[in-house]
């Protein structure tokens, strides 16, 4: 299920009983976190919010997938990051990342993909490529291990 609000996958899982139900649910969400009241670039795009993540680490079959995760090049491009990520908590994120990466000997794409697969949850990134490069890139971010320390300050960052 993508895009729905978390009590109707609850509520569209629920009447399976022995059937195949839903095992998988799919939000818009980066490292960076967008402001609440301008809309995001789609509007049928509903950023991950406590309630799914929640949700996900309660149902043990249940995986969360995730889209935008590089905020279409966002990253690599900081001009093109959407209206909605403009606000204070924005500048502490990039710079914690950058910092982060350094560590790493990592790309920002890849260690923006490495906090996602360390997420509680482990949360799988839908990552979009048009090059044989950004495959190799995305490819790179699996061999990645954030250190307790690391995933700490990126999280904190912002906040």
């Known amino acids: ?15 399976a009983g022995d059937r195949p139900r839903y095992t998988h649910v799919q939000y818009r969400h980066s490292y960076l976190q967008p402001r609440a ?5 789609s509007s049928a ?11 996900v680490r309660a149902e043990d079959d249940t995986r969360l997938w995730v889209y935008s995760a590089l905020l279409s090049g966002g990253y690599s491009r900081p001009e093109t990051v959407p209206a909605a990520y403009d606000h204070p908590g924005t500048p502490p994120r990039p710079a914690a ?8 000997d990592a790309t920002l794409n890849q260690t923006v993909l490495a906090w996602l697969l360390d997420a509680e949850p482990g949360l799988l990134p839908i990552v979009g490529v ?18 307790e320390d690391q995933r700490a300050r990126l999280d904190a960052a912002g906040r």
């Open 130 to 147: 048009s090059r044989i490069a950004q495959v190799e890139e995305v490819m790179g971010s699996l061999e990645l291990v954030l250190s």
């Open 97 to 104: 990342l950058a910092e982060v990466a350094g560590e790493l």
């Open 1 to 15: 299920m993508s895009n729905h609000a978390v009590w109707r996958v609850g509520r569209a899982r629920a009447p």
């Open 37 to 41: 009241d301008p809309a995001l670039p």
């Open 45 to 55: 795009h509903v950023h991950v919010t406590d309630d799914p993540l929640d949700y």
